[in-house]
Structures are given as structure tokens and as C-alpha cells.
């Protein structure tokens, strides 16, 4: 048995659930699902599935279906259950809560209640993307959908362009191609993306290349599954060349024309070449 019962103090415990391989559930999470007064969730025929699959009894109690559209009443219900110092878990139908999910009014409303709001927390599509997409991790912008028309995503897109970090999207498998041919066009062709899919599943699959390399991959073909894309962020072609000899005179201070050049290359996303060059010319002067 993976789980235990414990004791769960009055609180909402979000429940994060597995966005393919059923196993990815955390022990912690399990006990939370065995041990919460109430159980509640976006899709009770799917949180079910989990338990039953991981052996979690309901024991009697009834999972109480609650998403966004559920209305004041459910939400309601929830409350009232917390104010009557009962512990509640709210599970997503898969990965993290609140990620492109339920759960943030509920969230809020129990917060400001004064109750105490806490997580189980697990994977989740964006962060698992992020790792895999062989794109920079330092700073990352998650957008979530973007809108189903061309013109209105086009203009998010847009709005996008110069977040200094790698973009995230969710996408529909009926939408990705028409959306990788719209950041291609707003952003330009050759930024570096990549399209995620199937993650954790038996067909999970990662595709990297430049956004016009993805379109044309994906033109006329039918997608299947999961999917996530990524985008890196603009790079600045108008890098100014006095800042970069600067950067490069603080370099050669203390570090060799080779780790100056690599330093400083990196540091303005710049071809390595062209920067050990000039960094070989201060290093003489
Ligand atoms: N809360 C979830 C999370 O933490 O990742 C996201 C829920 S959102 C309604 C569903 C979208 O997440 C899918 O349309 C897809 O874009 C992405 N997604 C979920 N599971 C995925 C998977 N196994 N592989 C790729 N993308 C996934």
C-alpha cells in the first residue's frame, strides 16, 4: 500500500495529478486524497480512476465535482466545509492546479477566509516542457491558450514579442499548426522552438527547430495527443558594439582570451567568433 492515513489538520489541500503516467502521483498527494474529510474535483469520474488505481477507498465519501463554472454554490459547499474546521482536497483532472485550471477563486475566497491553503504538489506540462526543450531556463513567460482566431492571436503574440524569457504555450492539436505559423509570422522565422507532446505518455515526443522549420514540419499533417510549444525569447540584433568591447575589457582582467570571448558571448547571446577575435585584438593592446 503506497498510502497512509494521516492526519490533516483544517485547511484546502490542492491535490496535483499525473498529466499521463498514472505512477507520477506523489505518496504525499495519495495521502491527502485518503485522509481529506471532503474530496473534491474537477472531474470526479477521473480523480475516482486515480484512487482506484492506486488503492485510495473513498471510505463513504463522495467526491464533489467543482471547476470555475461550478458557481458560488459549490464553492460555497467548500467553504462552509473549511469553516466547520474540515479538511478538503481539490485534485485537477491532470497536473498542477490552477495551471490553465480551476481552482484560483476557490484558492483566493479560503485565503482571505483566513484558512489555511496548501499544496501536494506535482508535475505539471509547462515545467516538464521547459526542461526537455533545450531552450533557457533563467527566465520563462507561461501564456497559457492563445486565443482561437488568427487576428486576435496574432495580437497576443505580439504583445509577447519582447518578454526576455522562453515562452510557453498550451495547444490544442487542431490549433498547433495554425498557431506555429502565426508566431513564425509575428516573430519572425528563425527563433528557436520547440513542440512538446505526449509528455510522460507512451508516444511522448519532443520536436526542436527554428518556428519556421516547426510550421513547415507540421503543415498538412494531423497532430495527435498532449501538446505544448515553446518559444525562445528575441534576440537583439542592434547589440551595442561599445558595450561589448567594455564587457570584454572587464573580462581580460582576470580571465584568458578564451573564457573572456566564451563570457561574453553568452553574456550578449552573440557568435562566439567574431567576439574571440576582437577579444585576441584588446588582449594584445
Ligand atoms: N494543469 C495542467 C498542468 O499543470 O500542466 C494543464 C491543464 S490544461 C487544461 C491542459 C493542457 O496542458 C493541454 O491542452 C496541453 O496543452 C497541456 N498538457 C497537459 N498534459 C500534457 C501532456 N502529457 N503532454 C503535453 N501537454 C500536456
Known sequence: MNHQKVRLGS??????T????????TLRALDVLAS??????EDTRSLRRLMEIHGVPLEGRRILAYHDHSGAGARQKI???????NSVAYASEAGMPLIADPGYDLGRQAAEAGHTVTC?????????????????????????????????????????????????????????????SDLAAVLGDTR????????????????????????????????????????????????????????????????????AADLVSDMF????RPIYQKALKLGKG
Open 36 to 41: 481529506a474529510d471532503l474530496i473534491a474535483a
Open 192 to 259: 528557436q522552438a520547440a513542440l512538446c507532446r505526449e509528455l510522460t505518455k507512451k508516444f511522448e515526443e519532443v520536436k526542436r527547430g527554428t518556428l519556421a522549420e516547426l510550421a513547415a514540419d507540421l503543415s498538412g499533417q494531423t497532430v495527435k495527443g498532449e501538446i505544448v510549444l515553446l518559444v525562445d525569447r528575441g534576440h537583439s540584433e542592434t547589440v551595442n558594439e561599445l558595450d561589448v568591447e567594455q564587457a570584454l575589457k572587464e573580462a581580460l582582467e582576470t580571465h584568458s582570451v578564451r573564457d
Open 79 to 85: 467553504l462552509q466545509a473549511l469553516a466547520d474546521g
Open 269 to 272: 547571446k552573440l557568435p562566439r
Open 18 to 25: 499525473p498529466i499521463g503516467a498514472a505512477r507520477d502521483i
Open 11 to 16: 485547511g484546502l489541500y490542492f491535490v496535483a
Open 120 to 180: 501536494a504538489p506535482g508535475p505539471s506540462a509547462a515545467l516538464m516542457a521547459l526542461t526537455l526543450a533545450g531552450l533557457p531556463t533563467d527566465a520563462f513567460y507561461f501564456a497559457g491558450f492563445l486565443p482561437n482566431t488568427s487576428n486576435a492571436r496574432k495580437s497576443r503574440i505580439e504583445a509577447l514579442r519582447d518578454v526576455p524569457g522562453t515562452l510557453i504555450f498550451y495547444e490544442s492539436p487542431k490549433r498547433v499548426a495554425a498557431c506555429l
